[in-house]
């Protein structure tokens, strides 16, 4: 990636786009961060350094005037309704965001005749429940919950633009991404974290879901060298897995900030959610061989560091 390039990241306030953003601004890139929300304290202590632009994906005629304004050589697509629990909650706003709002942003590019690369941040979610694990890039894609068919819905419409256009694109698959104060509290391992630090009982349910966790700097790299293998001329469309092909069940990763504390953690155990996808471990050995990443942060090492980064930011 050249520093002449321009960037755009939708959804650059969120927790994954405030580390692209954070990251590329250390780099020297020229970034742009378009998001819907007025708060933008993840991207506060860059001082200026990146261009922020308050627009939602749902608003066409925003966007369509953005795109004539500026014209970019590349697009991180990360806004997105991101929790699975809020897609059941409100399954509308999750479509119009999700679905519609990637279309929006594909269409503009499109008529404003601009030809970026693009990479669509995508999620585990679209596999659904698989039948085995550790589960390819090409295994069935049937997601149990509205969040996963938001997010196959845009994969298709990325895909159908890239072979439209010409435009070279990357889906990549996330998968339970933590790692800093950036995060959504309210999830999974955030809460866990700062429940814990408090003293007070941890709320699981289920309890025995296998998860592959991933640290945001590694998911972090993965995105850069998804940006490299775009600008060496891949193929007009591709998808990868960012995660570490390891599985955590949520007992274990009660035990890992248990025994980090020092001290015991009490476990109230709550019923599954139909929603929740019971078991996934993802193949990472796609991502390693085209673009040369792998993720370096084991859960029984990063989960440890994000305990001791939040214990150190909230005076915990």
């Not at 953003?21 to 970034?31: M, N």
């Not at 594909?106 to 585990?124: A, K, M």
């Not at 699981?204 to 940006?227: K, M, P, S, Y």
């Not at 599954?272 to 673009?291: H, L, M, Q, T």
Request: net charge neutral.
């Amino acid at each position: 990636m050249t520093k002449e390039e321009r960037i755009l990241v939708t959804g650059g306030a969120g927790f994954i786009g405030s580390n692209v953003i954070e990251r590329a601004i250390r780099e020297g890139k020229d970034v742009h961060c378009l998001d819907y929300r007025n708060d933008l304290d993840n991207l506060s202590h860059l001082n200026g350094s990146v261009k922020n632009v308050n627009i939602d994906t749902r608003n066409k005629t925003g966007l369509k005037c953005f795109f004539e304004k500026y014209s970019f050589s590349g697009v991180i697509h990360l806004a997105a309704v991101s929790r699975v629990v809020w897609g059941e909650k409100n399954p509308q706003r999750c479509k119009e965001v999700n679905v519609d709002g990637t279309q929006n942003l594909l269409e503009c590019l499109e008529e404003t005749g601009q030809n970026p690369w693009f990479i669509f941040g995508s999620s585990r979610e679209v596999y659904g429940e698989p039948a085995s694990t550790p589960v390819k890039e090409n295994a069935p894609k049937m997601p149990i919950n509205i969040y996963g068919e938001t997010k196959l819905a845009g994969e298709q419409a990325v895909r159908e633009w890239s072979v439209r256009t010409g435009n070279s694109s990357v889906i990549l698959r996330f998968s339970n991404v933590y790692g800093n104060e950036k995060d959504i509290l309210d999830r999974v391992l955030p809460r866990f974290i700062l429940r814990a630090l408090k003293g007070q009982p941890l709320e699981i349910h289920g309890g025995n879901q296998l998860i592959d966790f991933t640290h945001i700097d590694d998911t972090v790299e993965g995105i850069f060298r998804a940006i490299d293998y775009l600008g060496n001329g891949c193929p007009v469309h591709d998808d990868f897995h960012l995660l570490t092909g390891k599985g955590t069940t949520l007992q274990e990763v009660a035990r890992i900030i248990s025994d980090h504390l020092g001290q015991d953690v009490q476990l109230v155990k709550k019923d599954c959610r139909n929603y929740d996808v019971d078991r996934f471990v993802g193949e990472p050995s796609k991502a390693i061989s085209k673009i040369n990443f792998k993720a370096r942060v084991k859960p029984e090492n990063g989960i440890p560091m994000t305990v001791d980064r939040f214990r150190e930011v909230f005076l915990l």
